[in-house]
């Protein structure tokens, strides 16, 4: 992947893609001509460089071109401060504190919406069929370090992902930035063939832990099996965490050493010490780590030799009692060390199934969110509840008659036409009920505020049609950073919980803990209809999950069928794929999808 001139990212594959969090332009021009001389005149002769937390590889050319900004600004990152990205002649910088909403630099160009190129079948365009691409493109107007997958089913749970960078300045200072590190479940067999299972009532099992793709089934097997890498001593390294798990949320340690924590999904945060991370599934974080001089044990290997734990959360977690993975799926070794395998020990802390502490999580650039306009939040699609719902007489999935349970996070579970996604849709003032659309008609700019709980009885009795459960759902807005103004594991008893409305945390993914509640709120400043589901797979397959449909009048307006060629020509050769009989799973097979589609 190269990051171009103005930063436009593009990806051809044959997969669905993640949603940046793309807003609605501001005019550059002022900018450019501001007052000050943040950008006197605009120039060829301006810096281009390789960014700091650049891949390991020496053969990966990436650079960071600005040469539009002019000779007079120069890049200013360096090991002792981070925080600083670009510096200009009189002292102007583009840094950790800068707030990207309203000012960039020349090179960064931000784009309005980007619905087209969110990946969801059934939503905002049709599976990609055998044979054909698509071509995602977008503008970076965030930086971090995030991941891409499949939303076609539960295709990403058999390894269709990968990470993604977008280089930036940070909160906390590094010599070195490592490649990042994705962990996962991982199943032996397929996620589409256990979904079966899902659907029968019962949770699908996990059969082992990878680290980087790479894994011991039966514990500390041959040594080749596990993933390490080398440091040197004195130098503080750059890790970039991202569960792409299917239904296990990990608690991330390595022995002996300290852990700052510099980012939350990809908002910057003022960076503080622990000696473990918790890592939902969907999540990424920035970390930063050096050896440990407080703690009292004392390592072996004449301190060389660490382990790397990716500890199943306890309650967040799809292996069956008993049979947990070895935890110690990755190993870090001292340059000049020994090769063994570590002999150290986990650290105290604690695994309980959680999010990282919220007062930690503080965003180092300020929001004030505004005091929602009803105290109550009880307005037409403003209060949730996660459940599981039994099907009407003849409204059941695949088949009408089918009586499966199925997740549900807004009126009734999600099911979505692959072949009649919801862009094409955009002038329906009636939308089928299957699709879950939530109508947020509000004013540009304004905050939609959101109230979602898990078990408001706290008993798992029946309300209506929907079984309430205890289980722990990790839910992922697409289209928006939306701020956490409450999260709290007591079960919702219609008083709305304090707010906290100065910088609260910002997140696109966030647990909503086993019969608590959780208040979330974003600015309506992205017209489209934006996904919000359960990030464990099966659930969202299930059909937890819905569709925010944002300022429907502004998004049918952008989205023009000149603009949605290649959603058209997509959904042309899906259909003439899937009507060929040849390709369905079965000679003569009259059921082709049996989830919710995402």
């Known amino acids: 992947?190269?990051?171009?001139?103005?930063?436009?990212?593009?990806?051809?594959?044959?997969?669905?893609?993640?949603?940046?969090?793309?807003?609605?332009?501001?005019?550059?021009?002022?900018?450019?001509?501001?007052?000050?001389?943040?950008?006197?005149?605009?120039?060829?002769?301006?810096?281009?460089?390789?960014?700091?937390?650049?891949?390991?590889?020496?053969?990966?050319?990436?650079?960071?071109?600005?040469?539009?900004?002019?000779?007079?600004?120069?890049?200013?990152?360096?090991?002792?401060?981070?925080?600083?990205?670009?510096?200009?002649?009189?002292?102007?910088?583009?840094?950790?504190?800068?707030?990207?909403?309203?000012?960039?630099?020349?090179?960064?160009?931000?784009?309005?919406?980007?619905?087209?190129?969110?990946?969801?079948?059934?939503?905002?365009?049709?599976?990609?069929?055998?044979?054909?691409?698509?071509?995602?493109?977008?503008?970076?107007?965030?930086?971090?370090?995030?991941?891409?997958?499949?939303?076609?089913?539960?295709?990403?749970?058999?390894?269709?992902?990968?990470?993604?960078?977008?280089?930036?300045?940070?909160?906390?200072?590094?010599?070195?930035?490592?490649?990042?590190?994705?962990?996962?479940?991982?199943?032996?067999?397929?996620?589409?063939?256990?979904?079966?299972?899902?659907?029968?009532?019962?949770?699908?099992?996990?059969?082992?832990?990878?680290?980087?793709?790479?894994?011991?089934?039966?514990?500390?097997?041959?040594?080749?099996?596990?993933?390490?890498?080398?440091?040197?001593?004195?130098?503080?390294?750059?890790?970039r965490l991202i569960n792409t798990s299917v239904g296990t949320t990990f608690v991330f340690a390595i022995d002996n050493h300290n852990i700052t924590v510099m980012s939350s999904d990809f908002v910057p945060i003022k960076p503080y010490v622990t000696d473990h991370v918790v890592v939902g599934i969907g999540s990424y974080l920035l970390i930063q780590y050096c050896r440990e001089v407080l703690r009292l044990t004392v390592p072996v290997n004449n301190g060389t030799a660490f382990w790397m734990r990716t500890i199943p959360a306890s309650g967040c977690s799809n292996f069956p009692l008993g049979s947990t993975p070895d935890e110690r799926q990755g190993i870090l070794y001292y340059k000049n060390g020994t090769t063994e395998y570590p002999e150290t020990g986990r650290g105290g802390f604690n695994i309980t199934c959680s999010d990282e502490p919220y007062d930690k999580l503080v965003p180092v650039v300020p929001w004030q969110v505004p005091t929602p306009p009803d105290p109550n939040i009880n307005g037409t699609g403003d209060r949730f509840e996660v459940g599981l719902d039994a099907p009407a007489p003849g409204q059941g999935h695949p088949l009408p008659n089918d009586p499966f349970r199925r997740w549900a996070i807004g009126p009734r579970p999600l099911y979505l036409n692959f072949s009649d996604p919801t862009i094409l849709n955009l002038t329906t003032t009636n939308y089928k009920a299957d699709y879950v659309v939530i109508p947020q008609d509000v004013p540009k700019g304004s905050w939609i505020y959101m109230i979602i709980y898990g078990n408001a009885t706290g008993t798992g009795a029946p309300v209506g049609s929907r079984l309430l459960a205890s289980v722990a759902h990790p839910l992922h807005l697409h289209g928006h950073d939306f701020v956490l103004l409450s999260q709290t594991a007591t079960p919702f008893n219609g008083t709305i919980p304090t707010l906290n409305l100065n910088n609260p945390p910002r997140r696109d993914v966030t647990l909503l803990p086993?019969?608590?509640?959780?208040?979330?709120?974003?600015?309506?400043?992205?017209?489209?209809?934006?996904?919000?589901?359960?990030?464990?797979?099966?659930?969202?397959?299930?059909?937890?999950?819905?569709?925010?449909?944002?300022?429907?009048?502004?998004?049918?307006?952008?989205?023009?069928?000149?603009?949605?060629?290649?959603?058209?020509?997509?959904?042309?050769?899906?259909?003439?794929?899937?009507?060929?009989?040849a390709n369905l799973w079965a000679k003569n097979a009259t059921i082709f999808q049996d989830d919710s589609g995402i």
């Open 1 to 239: 992947m190269k990051l171009l001139q103005d930063c436009w990212v593009s990806l051809i594959a044959l997969f669905d893609a993640i949603t940046l969090n793309l807003h609605e332009p501001t005019s550059q021009h002022a900018f450019i001509a501001n007052p000050d001389g943040l950008h006197s005149e605009l120039a060829n002769d301006g810096p281009t460089f390789s960014p700091p937390s650049r891949p390991q590889e020496p053969d990966e050319l990436l650079q960071c071109n600005y040469t539009l900004m002019g000779k007079q600004w120069q890049p200013c990152s360096t090991n002792d401060n981070r925080g600083c990205w670009l510096k200009g002649p009189n002292g102007q910088q583009f840094n950790i504190s800068t707030d990207y909403e309203t000012l960039w630099p020349t090179g960064v160009t931000r784009k309005l919406q980007s619905l087209e190129m969110d990946g969801v079948p059934g939503i905002s365009q049709c599976p990609i069929a055998p044979g054909d691409s698509y071509t995602y493109r977008f503008n970076a107007s965030q930086y971090g370090t995030s991941w891409y997958h499949s939303h076609y089913s539960l295709q990403y749970g058999d390894g269709l992902a990968g990470p993604l960078t977008i280089h930036g300045p940070s909160s906390a200072n590094y010599d070195v930035a490592k490649d990042p590190t994705l962990m996962t479940d991982w199943i032996h067999r397929s996620w589409f063939e256990d979904f079966q299972v899902e659907l029968n009532g019962a949770a699908p099992f996990a059969s082992s832990i990878l680290l980087n793709g790479k894994g011991s089934y039966a514990g500390a097997a041959r040594q080749g099996y596990k993933f390490n890498t080398t440091v040197e001593r004195g130098k503080k390294y750059l890790m």
């Open 514 to 581: 086993a019969n608590g509640v959780i208040v979330i709120a974003f600015k309506a400043d992205n017209p489209g209809t934006w996904l919000f589901h359960c990030h464990i797979a099966n659930h969202a397959s299930s059909g937890l999950a819905m569709q925010i449909l944002e300022r429907q009048g502004a998004a049918k307006d952008f989205y023009t069928p000149a603009l949605l060629g290649e959603v058209q020509k997509g959904c042309t050769n899906w259909d003439k794929w899937f009507s060929d009989p």
